[in-house]
């Protein structure tokens, strides 16, 4: 179409006779619709579905079990046609207009005189979204996101709108009350532009940041980070901007998950744009789901940025390939912390599979891990890595076995954030390590690559 010259109007059809001509899913969804506007409905089809026999059953629909003849349209006030049968419905749209009564051929924009919104119903208020029958997808998700955006108690301020219209009727002339009214809803009523961007920091560098975190970082007027982002990313934020440290590390008080999720559900309900900023990918162990389904629940607006995923950025960065032709055939990724603390890994499938597995917040546990692989038939002289502070200046890398690496530890003074790799692919980055070049612009000390603080203690 090549101009949009719909009249966009509200009908009232209750108790007004309405067709539907259709007895299927579609049908079914209409009727409904009508049913909600209170109207007078018929139905005309052969065959229905269970759920449209069960409204005629209750008599909330006259049903007309019959294929559709032109003598049934006479009277009515607005037809619909949902079939499958393209001439059934091309006769319905030719009978209709002949006698002038709206028709909607469903999926069939060139078939109709009139098109459904994408409607949006709390109370009083009704908005229906036309894309001029060309894009109901698009129609549907501008009016989810309209109402996202609706203030709360809408519903409460438009009565009390027209309670107080009816006491200024006899007293004030048509135009004295559009201004009143006017100026009313434009104090009282604004769109809430609130909505939160989980956005994933990548493994610790701030050069490995997205470009896509970054901009959603800068626009944001909360930002609740968790522990372990850098300073130079937090900075990236505007000075208007609110900080708010939310993280969670081992063996130190922290804020409940709970907490977090009302804190972005108040921040994001008041109209701010909060960024749930998490390390990694938000997607990979960091919760995110869970904080997306909270939003999802509580019709909060939300998208997610993802991140480099730890596991993935500090081994590439380290020069630890996860997966090869003549290693490893895939790559495992668990994490040390068990949900509820239960020991949930199945580690006699684990050991069997001929991946690279790598462990996200093991430290901790590693005895536990290592003993547990080789328990279930891992080769004690397997090869383990443990990768401190990946990516950032203060790198630094442990080449060991799984038999012996928790003795040789013992003396050493590790520091999470560890990344625990195992596997056969260390034997490649033995061969790589003193070969890969260093990029000083991923590290603010340039006189202190951590990439090349390597212990060797495998032998």
């Known amino acids: ?85 393209n001439k059934v419905n091309k006769q319905v749209y030719s009978d209709a207009e002949k006698l002038r009564i709206p028709v909607n051929i469903v999926d069939e924009p060139e078939l109709c005189s009139y098109y459904f919104g994408s409607v949006h119903s709390q109370g009083s208020l009704k908005v229906a979204v036309s894309t001029n029958g060309e894009s109901p997808s698009a129609g549907k998700r501008i009016r989810d996101l309209i109402a996202s955006s609706m203030p709360n108690k809408i519903d409460s301020i438009i009565n009390r709108f027209n309670q107080l219209r009816k006491k200024l009727k006899l007293n004030m002339s048509y135009y004295d009350k559009k201004i009143f009214f006017g100026n009313l809803a434009k104090k009282h009523i604004s769109f809430n532009k609130g909505r939160v961007v989980i956005v994933g920091a990548g493994p610790g560098s701030p050069d490995l940041l997205t470009l896509k975190a970054a901009e959603s970082i800068s626009n944001a007027d909360i930002i609740l980070y968790d522990a372990l982002i850098h300073p130079d990313i937090l900075s990236l934020g505007s000075k208007k901007c609110k900080k708010i440290f939310v993280g969670k590390r081992s063996g130190e008080s922290c804020i409940k998950q709970n907490a977090i999720n ?101 430290y901790k546990k590693l005895n536990k891990i290592v003993s547990a692989l080789i328990k279930s038939g891992k080769d004690p002289k397997t090869p383990i890595g443990l990768i401190e502070k990946g990516t950032t200046a203060q790198q630094r890398v442990t080449i060991g076995n799984i038999g012996s690496i928790n003795e040789k530890i013992k003396t050493m003074k590790l520091e999470t954030p560890i990344m625990i790799i195992i596997g056969d692919v260390l034997n490649i980055y033995k061969y790589l390590k003193d070969n890969i070049e260093i990029d000083p612009t991923l590290y603010s000390d340039t006189n202190n690559f951590g990439i090349h603080q390597i212990q060797d203690i495998s032998n």
């Open 262 to 362: 009302e804190m972005m559900k108040d921040f994001a309900k008041s109209g701010k744009i909060v960024v749930r900023l998490k390390g990694g990918d938000p997607f990979v162990f960091g919760r995110g789901g869970e904080e997306a389904i909270f939003l999802r629940n509580h019709q909060i607006p939300f998208n997610i940025i993802p991140g480099i995923s730890s596991g993935i950025g500090v081994a590439t960065q380290t020069g630890i390939p996860l997966t090869h032709r003549g290693y490893s055939k895939g790559v495992l990724f668990l994490t040390g912390h068990q949900y509820d603390g239960n020991n949930n890994i199945d580690w006699d499938l684990v050991s069997k599979l001929n991946t690279t597995l790598v462990i996200y917040m093991g």
């Open 1 to 85: 179409m090549d101009q949009n010259n719909l009249l966009p109007i509200f009908l009232k059809v209750k108790n007004q006779p309405c067709l539907i001509v259709g007895g299927g899913k579609i049908a079914y969804q209409k009727i409904k619709q009508l049913i909600a506007c209170k109207a007078d409905i018929s139905v005309i089809s052969k065959e229905c579905i269970n759920e449209i026999e069960e409204l005629y059953k209750d008599d909330k629909i006259k049903l007309i079990k019959s294929r559709y003849y032109k003598k049934y349209i006479n009277g009515y006030k607005l037809i619909i046609s949902a079939t499958s049968d």
